[in-house]
Nanobody, 124 residues
Framework: LVQLVESGGGSVQSGGSLRLSCVAS????????MAWFRQTPGKEREKVSC????????YYADSVKARFTVSRDNAKNTLYLQMNNLKPEDTATYYC?????????????????WGQGTQVTVSS
């Protein structure tokens, strides 16, 4: 069992930065592929970024490439998302998720564990 707790969300102006963190409790965090998703009311959950257990497979949605950076510290059981040059369209609830897959899965259903989410609001 893995429990995930996100933090670091908040309200910023367009062009600002935030760093999200996701701390995992439980065993074998280093063996999970981790991802960040986001969701706004009435829309499907969107995969923002993903990093596999050794960092050799990393994914970014086109909408965040060159602005967001995902990283993980397996010694601290922590996943990060550095978000720069934020835009109003980045406003969403951000979730971290864990999968036992070796490479980044395509769909939310492939992730077994989810955090409770942290809100990011970007004003213009």
């Amino acid at each position: 069992l893995v429990q995930l707790v996100e933090s670091g969300g908040g309200s910023v102006q367009s062009g600002g930065s935030l760093r999200l963190s996701c701390v995992a409790s439980g065993h074998f965090y280093s063996k999970y592929t981790m991802a960040w998703f986001r969701q706004t009311p009435g829309k499907e959950r969107e995969k923002v970024s993903c990093i596999n257990r050794n960092g050799g497979n990393i994914y970014y949605a086109d909408s965040v490439k060159a602005r967001f950076t995902v990283s993980r510290d397996n010694a601290k059981n922590t996943l990060y998302l550095q978000m720069n040059n934020l835009k109003p369209e980045d406003t969403a609830t951000y979730y971290c998720a864990a999968s036992t897959a070796w490479v980044c899965p395509l769909f939310p259903r492939d992730f077994r564990y989810w955090g409770q989410g942290t809100q990011v609001t970007v004003s213009s």
